[in-house]
């Protein structure tokens, strides 16, 4: 029982910082790129990236059960699990948006989104590295 308390907290966690890193990752990442063009669109991109944590934290109670079963699957490797439920995550919102923003072209779309799909991806890798967070494996 305690073990599979420290399992459900590890996993919570995990996705917790997974959302909080590739949302802070993706909205400086857009940030910067509409900066680049008019120093004034910084703006845009800061509600860009609170429409994205909102439509993303409403899919976490989506992902913790997936992460959950991924850490009762040992054999298989934690990273490939982790970077095909960010893409599955990544396909769910992107759904989302489609049907919930007045977005005309899914272009206009990946190119707001890219930058999210990037931070999450390099969020995994550093997570799931191969040098674990002692503090992470521990909690």
């Known amino acids: ?24 990752g993706g909205t400086l990442w857009l940030i910067i790129d509409f900066s680049l063009e008019r120093l004034t669109d910084y703006t845009v991109a800061l509600l860009v990236g609170l429409v994205a944590a909102m439509i993303s934290l409403a899919i976490i109670p989506l992902v913790v059960p997936f992460f959950a079963v991924m850490t009762r699957y040992s054999d298989w490797p934690r990273r490939t699990m ?24 899914l272009t206009g779309l990946l190119d707001l989104s890219l930058p999210y799909l990037g931070s999450a991806i390099l969020t995994v890798l ?8 002692p503090a992470l494996a521990q909690s």
């Not at 960010?86 to 489609?98: E, T």
């Open 1 to 24: 029982m305690v073990n599979s308390y420290s399992s459900v907290h590890s996993t919570l966690i995990r996705t917790l910082l997974l959302w909080l890193l590739s949302n802070l």
């Open 82 to 105: 982790a970077l095909i439920g960010v893409g599955l995550f990544f396909l769910v919102a992107n759904y989302l948006l489609l049907l919930l923003l007045p977005v005309t072209s």
């Open 126 to 133: 550093w997570l799931y590295g191969p040098a674990a967070r």
